[in-house]
């Protein structure tokens, strides 16, 4: 079992370029979260997708979407980046109905210059 | 914003002793997790307690949760050199549509050989 696999793990982009990262969940998973970890901080909530849709989103703009395939895989795409953005971004996977333990990947590092 | 406030920010002890870390939170919650994560790297899940659940242990871990102080702690007994890491508290409340983690700012923790 591979378990969560993100790519890719590290990016430079330049601001105001789009950026999409990529997520594969842990076998038998149906559900996708996506987390923005800044330095020093804490993670938080972006989006969830679950049967190829976003359930829930956090507090974040609209430059951020995302996208689940029928295989559960996921993509998280960031338009006109800033550098705010720089930033690891965690992928979680789980399974609906269970306890919501998550699984997550080692993350994709993200450097907006 | 996080919901959760970890304390303290960071800690530093030596092999063998024990290291207890605190978590409060805000909002009523389903249950609440544990996670470890090294050098900035992929979160690890290390232990889940329901909101019906006052304490639970796991080898060197053992978990207590107060709801009606909206608190619990991490205690980790018999310290190793290779629990050095950043530990953080998660908070799963349920909407209707699914639930998310709510991450606290994290203890760094600092087991010196």
């Known amino acids: 079992d591979a378990g969560v696999t993100q790519s890719p793990t590290h990016l430079i982009k330049t601001r105001g370029q789009q950026v999409t990262l990529r997520c594969s969940p842990k076998?038998?998973?149906?559900?996708v979260s996506w987390y923005q970890q800044a330095l020093g901080q804490g993670p938080q909530f972006i989006f969830q997708y679950y049967e190829e849709e976003e359930r829930q989103r956090g507090n974040f703009p609209d430059r951020f979407s995302g996208h689940q395939f029928p295989n559960y895989s996921s993509e998280l795409n960031v338009n006109a980046l800033l550098l705010g953005d720089s930033a690891l971004y965690l992928c979680?996977?789980?399974?609906?109905?269970?306890?919501?333990?998550?699984?997550f990947g080692q993350g994709t590092r993200l450097t907006v210059v | 914003s996080q919901q959760g406030e970890e304390d303290p920010q960071a800690l530093s002890i030596q092999e063998g002793e024990n290291a207890t870390m605190n978590c409060s939170y805000k909002?009523?919650?389903?249950?609440l997790q544990w996670y470890r994560q090294n050098s900035g790297r992929g979160l690890v899940h290390l232990i889940l307690i329901r909101s019906n659940e006052r304490e639970k242990h796991s080898g060197r871990l053992r978990v207590t949760l107060d709801t009606s102080k909206k608190s619990s702690s991490l205690l980790i007994t018999a310290s190793r050199a290779a629990d050095t890491a950043s530990y953080f508290c998660?908070?799963?409340?349920?909407?209707?549509?699914?639930?998310?983690?709510?991450f606290g700012e994290g203890t760094q923790l600092t087991v010196n050989p």
């Open positions: 979680a996977s789980s399974f609906v109905g269970q306890s919501y333990a998550a699984f």
């Open positions: 909002t009523s919650i389903n249950n």
């Open positions: 076998s038998g998973h149906d559900t």
């Open positions: 998660a908070t799963d409340y349920r909407e209707t549509s699914g639930s998310r983690l709510t």
